[in-house]
C-alpha cells in the first residue's frame, strides 16, 4: 500500500500533442550530453595526484548526499509502511474520528476574481461534503470579494449545517487577517474536538482533502496541527512551472521525511488543519499577529511574512506534534511576480529562505528534548548548508584555473550524475518528474545558496509579492546606517572566510608519489 498520490486531473496543465515524447527525447539528449562529456575526461583524472581534488571536496558532498539520502529513506519508510498503517487506524475508526465542527478560514487579498471565486467554491463543497457541521469565515479586505462570495453562496445553496461568516480586515497582511479570523472563531467557544482549516486565498482544496485530514487527529491525540500535499497550475512559462512543481516535489519528500517522527518544520499557509482550541489561544493569535525576533545586532525585527513558521512555532512551543498527510492534497494557482524566471525565482527564494532563517535560531532553542534529535539536526544543518552548497563549484572553478580545465568537467560530470539519481528519488516520492529538473535543481543549490548567505545577514529585509508591502522598521538615520553598514561588513567577512577556506583546500594540495 502507496501512501503518495498522483497529480489529480484538475490540478495539472492538460497535455500538449507529443509532450511525452518531446520529453522523452529531451532525458536522453541530457544524458547523452553527461557520458559525453565523462569521455572527454583523461584517464589520469581519477589517478591518487589528480584525485585529491575529488577527495577534499567530495568530502563534504558525500556528507550532504548522505544527509539527503537519509531523508530519502525515512520518506519511503513513511509512505510505503508508517503511514499506511496510520490511515488503515483513521478509517476503523468511523464516526468515532469525526470532529464535533469544522471551520473553514480562508484570507484573500489582491488575488484575481478568477482564481478568488475557485478557492471559494472549492471550500463551500468541501464544507459540505465532508459532512460535518461548518462554518466558513472569509476574511477579505475588498468590497468586491465579500459579493463574490455572496453569489457564490446563494448559488451552491448549501445545506443549515454549513453557515458564513464575513470578517473585515484593513489591507495590513495576512497575519492580521488571520488574527482577526482566529478571534471570530474564539467567539464560538470551540469544543475540543473542533477543527480549524486555514486556507490561503490561492489555494484550492481537493475532493476529500478535510475528511482525510480530519480523522488522522484521532489516531494521533498528541499532534496539534498538521498540512497537507501540494501540486499546482502556474501562470507562467515552462521553465517557472517546471520550476514550482520540481520545488513542490522536493517538499513531498522533505515532509514525509520529518513526518516520521511527527516532527514537520513548517504548517503551510496554503492550507493547514489546526485544532480549534490551540489557535483560539491568546498565545497563539498572539504570536502569528505580532511575532517578532530580538537579533543581537539588529534589535527587535518583527516578521512581516513567515506566517505559517509563526504557526509552527506556536504549536510546537505550546507542546503539540506536527503532521503531514500524504495522501491530502491541495492544487495551487500560481502567479510568479515577473514575466523572467530569474527575477521571480530570486524574489520568491529570497521571501523563503529569509522566512526560514529568521524562524531558525528560536527554533533550535528548543532543543533536542522538545524535537528530536533528527529534527534538531537538521535545523542546525540549514546554518551550514548555504555554504556547503557553494563549496564545490568555487573549488572547481579555482582548481581549474590554477590547475586544469578538467576539474571543471569532472565537477559538472559528477553534478549531473547525482541530480539524476535525485531526480528518480523524487519520482519514487510520487511527483512527476521532468527533464529540466536536473538543472533546476542545480541553479536552486548555488543561486539559493547565495541568497541565503544575503538574507543571513540582512533579516530585517522582508517584502510581500503579491501585496507589494515591504517591511518599515521606522528607526531614525544613525541606526538605518549603522544596521545596514554593520550587515555589510559581516557579510563580506564571512565570504572573505569562506574564500580563504577554498584557496586553501585548492591551492595547497599535496603532490602524491
Same mark, same amino acid.
Not at 475508526?93 to 476574481?113: E, N, Q, W
Not at 496541527?225 to 522533505?254: P, Q, S, Y
Not at 488543519?273 to 489557535?279: D, E, G, S, Y
Not at 527587535?300 to 492534497?329: E, I, M, Q
Given at each position: 500500500?502507496?501512501?503518495?498520490?498522483?497529480?489529480?486531473?484538475?490540478?495539472?496543465?492538460?497535455?500538449?500533442?507529443?509532450?511525452?515524447?518531446?520529453?522523452?527525447?529531451?532525458?536522453? /539528449?541530457?544524458?547523452?550530453?553527461?557520458?559525453?562529456?565523462?569521455?572527454?575526461?583523461?584517464?589520469?583524472?581519477?589517478?591518487?595526484?589528480?584525485?585529491?581534488?575529488?577527495?577534499?571536496?567530495?568530502?563534504?558532498?558525500?556528507?550532504?548526499?548522505?544527509?539527503?539520502?537519509?531523508?530519502?529513506?525515512?520518506?519511503?519508510?513513511?509512505?510505503?509502511?508508517?503511514?499506511?498503517?496510520?490511515?488503515?487506524?483513521?478509517?476503523? /475508526?468511523?464516526?468515532?474520528?469525526?470532529?464535533?465542527?469544522?471551520?473553514?478560514?480562508?484570507?484573500?487579498?489582491?488575488?484575481?476574481?478568477?482564481?478568488?471565486?475557485?478557492?471559494?467554491?472549492?471550500?463551500?463543497?468541501?464544507?459540505?461534503?465532508?459532512?460535518?457541521?461548518?462554518?466558513?469565515?472569509?476574511?477579505?479586505?475588498?468590497?468586491?470579494?465579500?459579493?463574490?462570495?455572496?453569489?457564490?453562496?446563494?448559488?451552491?445553496?448549501?445545506?443549515?449545517?454549513?453557515?458564513?461568516?464575513?470578517?473585515?480586515?484593513?489591507?495590513?497582511?495576512?497575519?492580521?487577517?488571520?488574527?482577526?479570523?482566529?478571534?471570530?472563531?474564539?467567539?464560538?467557544?470551540?469544543?475540543?474536538?473542533?477543527?480549524?482549516?486555514?486556507?490561503?486565498?490561492?489555494?484550492?482544496?481537493?475532493?476529500?482533502?478535510?475528511?482525510?485530514? /480530519?480523522?488522522?487527529?484521532?489516531?494521533?491525540?498528541?499532534?496539534?496541527?498538521?498540512?497537507?500535499?501540494?501540486?499546482?497550475?502556474?501562470?507562467?512559462?515552462?521553465?517557472?512551472?517546471?520550476?514550482? #512543481?520540481?520545488?513542490?516535489?522536493?517538499?513531498?519528500?522533505?515532509?514525509?521525511?520529518?513526518?516520521?517522527?511527527?516532527?514537520?518544520?513548517?504548517?503551510?499557509?496554503?492550507?493547514?488543519?489546526?485544532?480549534?482550541?490551540?489557535?483560539?489561544?491568546?498565545?497563539?493569535?498572539?504570536?502569528?499577529?505580532?511575532?517578532?525576533?530580538?537579533?543581537?545586532?539588529?534589535?527587535?525585527?518583527?516578521?512581516?511574512?513567515?506566517?505559517?513558521?509563526?504557526?509552527?512555532?506556536?504549536?510546537?512551543?505550546?507542546?503539540?506534534?506536527?503532521?503531514?498527510?500524504?495522501?491530502?492534497?491541495?492544487?495551487?494557482?500560481?502567479?510568479?511576480?515577473?514575466?523572467?524566471?530569474?527575477?521571480?525565482?530570486?524574489?520568491?527564494?529570497?521571501?523563503?529562505?529569509?522566512?526560514?532563517?529568521?524562524?531558525?535560531?528560536?527554533?533550535?532553542?528548543?532543543?533536542?528534548?522538545?524535537?528530536?534529535?533528527?529534527?534538531?539536526?537538521?535545523?542546525?544543518?540549514?546554518?551550514?548548508?548555504?555554504?556547503?552548497?557553494?563549496?564545490?563549484?568555487?573549488?572547481?572553478?579555482?582548481?581549474?584555473?590554477?590547475?586544469?580545465?578538467?576539474?571543471?568537467?569532472?565537477?559538472?560530470?559528477?553534478?549531473?550524475?547525482?541530480?539524476?539519481?535525485?531526480?528518480?528519488?523524487?519520482?519514487?516520492?510520487?511527483?512527476?518528474?521532468?527533464?529540466?529538473?536536473?538543472?533546476?535543481?542545480?541553479?536552486?543549490?548555488?543561486?539559493?545558496?547565495?541568497? #541565503?548567505?544575503?538574507?543571513?545577514?540582512?533579516?530585517?529585509?522582508?517584502?510581500?509579492?503579491?501585496? #507589494?508591502?515591504?517591511?518599515?522598521?521606522?528607526?531614525?538615520?544613525?541606526?538605518?546606517?549603522?544596521?545596514?553598514?554593520?550587515?555589510?561588513?559581516?557579510?563580506?567577512?564571512?565570504?572573505?572566510?569562506? /574564500?580563504?577556506?577554498?584557496?586553501?583546500?585548492?591551492?595547497?594540495?599535496?603532490?602524491?608519489?
Amino acid at each position: 500500500m502507496s501512501a503518495s498520490i498522483e497529480p489529480p486531473v484538475d490540478a495539472i496543465e492538460t497535455e500538449r500533442p507529443f509532450e511525452g515524447l518531446r520529453e522523452t527525447a529531451e532525458w536522453l /539528449a541530457m544524458i547523452a550530453l553527461i557520458m559525453a562529456v565523462a569521455m572527454l575526461l583523461p584517464h589520469s583524472t581519477l589517478t591518487p595526484g589528480d584525485a585529491y581534488f575529488l577527495v577534499a571536496v567530495g568530502f563534504v558532498g558525500m556528507w550532504r548526499y548522505t544527509l539527503r539520502a537519509i531523508h530519502f529513506l525515512r520518506a519511503m519508510w513513511f509512505l510505503h509502511v508508517s503511514y499506511p498503517r496510520l490511515r488503515e487506524l483513521a478509517e476503523r /475508526a468511523g464516526s468515532a474520528a469525526d470532529p464535533s465542527h469544522v471551520y473553514f478560514l480562508a484570507t484573500s487579498f489582491r488575488i484575481d476574481p478568477h482564481t478568488t471565486g475557485r478557492v471559494y467554491r472549492a471550500v463551500i463543497d468541501e464544507a459540505v461534503a465532508c459532512g460535518y457541521p461548518a462554518t466558513v469565515v472569509a476574511s477579505i479586505v475588498e468590497y468586491g470579494d465579500e459579493l463574490l462570495i455572496k453569489g457564490l453562496w446563494k448559488h451552491l445553496n448549501p445545506p443549515d449545517r454549513v453557515s458564513l461568516k464575513f470578517v473585515r480586515i484593513p489591507g495590513t497582511g495576512k497575519r492580521d487577517g488571520l488574527a482577526y479570523g482566529f478571534r471570530a472563531i474564539s467567539r464560538d467557544v470551540p469544543d475540543e474536538r473542533a477543527l480549524v482549516a486555514v486556507v490561503d486565498g490561492d489555494s484550492v482544496l481537493l475532493p476529500g482533502v478535510i475528511r482525510r485530514c /480530519a480523522q488522522m487527529f484521532h489516531v494521533l491525540p498528541k499532534v496539534g496541527a498538521l498540512t497537507t500535499n501540494e501540486f499546482c497550475t502556474v501562470h507562467g512559462g515552462r521553465i517557472v512551472r517546471d520550476w514550482h #512543481k520540481m520545488r513542490f516535489a522536493e517538499r513531498h519528500l522533505n515532509m514525509c521525511s520529518m513526518a516520521l517522527r511527527h516532527r514537520v518544520l513548517t504548517l503551510t499557509g496554503r492550507m493547514s488543519l489546526f485544532r480549534a482550541h490551540v489557535v483560539t489561544t491568546p498565545e497563539f493569535i498572539a504570536d502569528v499577529e505580532y511575532d517578532s525576533a530580538l537579533h543581537w545586532r539588529l534589535g527587535r525585527v518583527k516578521f512581516l511574512t513567515g506566517d505559517d513558521k509563526s504557526s509552527w512555532f506556536s504549536v510546537v512551543r505550546l507542546g503539540w506534534d506536527t503532521f503531514y498527510l500524504p495522501d491530502a492534497a491541495i492544487h495551487t494557482i500560481e502567479h510568479p511576480p515577473d514575466p523572467s524566471f530569474l527575477k521571480t525565482s530570486r524574489t520568491l527564494m529570497f521571501r523563503w529562505y529569509g522566512n526560514s532563517l529568521r524562524q531558525n535560531g528560536r527554533a533550535r532553542k528548543l532543543g533536542p528534548h522538545r524535537l528530536g534529535w533528527f529534527t534538531w539536526y537538521v535545523l542546525q544543518d540549514q546554518r551550514v548548508q548555504m555554504w556547503a552548497g557553494l563549496l564545490g563549484l568555487s573549488a572547481a572553478l579555482l582548481a581549474s584555473v590554477r590547475y586544469n580545465f578538467y576539474y571543471l568537467l569532472t565537477y559538472l560530470v559528477w553534478i549531473g550524475i547525482t541530480r539524476y539519481l535525485m531526480c528518480l528519488m523524487l519520482r519514487l516520492g510520487g511527483h512527476r518528474v521532468g527533464p529540466l529538473y536536473p538543472s533546476l535543481m542545480y541553479y536552486n543549490q548555488i543561486v539559493g545558496s547565495m541568497i #541565503k548567505v544575503f538574507v543571513f545577514f540582512f533579516p530585517d529585509r522582508q517584502s510581500w509579492t503579491r501585496q #507589494k508591502t515591504v517591511l518599515k522598521r521606522d528607526l531614525d538615520g544613525f541606526h538605518s546606517w549603522f544596521n545596514d553598514l554593520s550587515s555589510r561588513i559581516m557579510l563580506f567577512t564571512a565570504v572573505s572566510l569562506f /574564500a580563504s577556506v577554498i584557496v586553501t583546500i585548492v591551492l595547497l594540495k599535496p603532490r602524491f608519489g
